[in-house]
């Protein structure tokens, strides 16, 4: 089984950055697209970007301020986030498509999170 894990959420200042990782658990043959996606306490979960054979999109509510990257295409996405809102403030989660060895059929795999608050 391969897993995604994230890291580098945390508090930061309204107008403050962030840029939380997200990096699958172990080598496989085909991971892509990779996602985030956001969820604030008492609403549903929300899709913020998509990173897809290296092309990116985005949420109305993010672009221009969030940037999604995979640094020559390995199991590795980030989310470089700027001019944070308190409205930012959920959790989020790395989703992806995964294929661990090749013929296998496609999975859908999420990460567990990692907070990010947005507050002074």
């Known amino acids: 089984q391969v897993q995604l894990v994230e890291s580098g959420g945390g508090l930061v200042q309204p107008g403050g950055s962030l840029t939380p990782s997200c990096v699958a658990s172990?080598?496989?043959?085909?991971?892509?697209?990779m996602r985030w996606y956001r969820q604030a306490p008492g609403k549903e979960r929300e899709w913020v970007a998509t990173?897809?054979?290296?092309?990116?999109s985005y949420a109305a509510s993010v672009m221009g301020r969030f940037t999604i990257s995979r640094p020559n295409n390995r199991n590795t996405v980030y989310l470089q986030m700027d001019s944070l809102k308190p409205d930012d403030t959920a959790v989020y989660y790395c989703?992806?498509?995964?294929?661990?060895?090749?013929?296998?059929?496609?999975?859908?795999?999420w990460g567990q999170g990692t907070l990010v608050t947005v507050s002074s």
């Open positions: 990173i897809d054979s290296g092309f990116p």
């Open positions: 172990r080598s496989v043959f085909s991971i892509d697209p």
């Open positions: 989703n992806a498509r995964i294929m661990v060895r090749e013929f296998d059929t496609m999975s859908e795999v």
